[in-house]
């Protein structure tokens, strides 16, 4: 039940309403690399649970569909979001591991807020100690 999941885990990142119940979203960025949705039928029964933030789920945004508020009942908010001077619009990036591999996912928005592009790149940790 939604109590027993509340009592175990606290409060969500983000509460959702969804056509059959409502979505749970557990966020662990910006420090961590995993997203949960927990999904309740309308009488509070959990029906999935699944850790969204995956190469495969993030490749299956469907581009020029998509908007802000997809993005944020299923992935939550970003880790940081940018702008560039050669993009009109938002750059909303997640962190997540593919495997055992740090990676970023990029996530282009127009200007209206509609997901156009998506790239990837690996998180590469900062290995430089400082010069003497």
């Known amino acids: ?6 009592g ?8 959702h309403t969804l056509p059959q119940g409502e979505r749970l979203l557990y966020s662990q960025l910006p420090a961590g690399t995993e997203v949960y949705n927990l999904d309740f039928d309308a009488a509070g029964r959990l ?5 969204v933030l995956t190469q ?16 944020l009942r299923t992935f939550g908010p970003p880790l940081r979001v940018e702008r560039v001077a050669r993009w009109n619009g938002d750059i909303w990036t997640y962190r997540f591991k593919q495997g055992s591999d740090p990676r970023f996912a990029h996530v282009q928005l127009d200007s209206a ?13 900062n290995t430089d100690k400082g010069r003497d």
């Open 8 to 15: 175990r885990l606290g409060q969500p990142t983000s509460v």
């Open 113 to 125: 807020g509609v997901v156009r592009r998506i790239g990837f790149t690996d998180d590469i940790p």
């Open 1 to 6: 039940p939604r109590a027993q999941v509340l």
């Open 56 to 71: 495969t789920r993030l490749e299956s945004i469907p581009l020029e569909q998509w908007a802000v508020a997809d993005l």
């Open 47 to 51: 029906e999935r649970s699944e850790q």
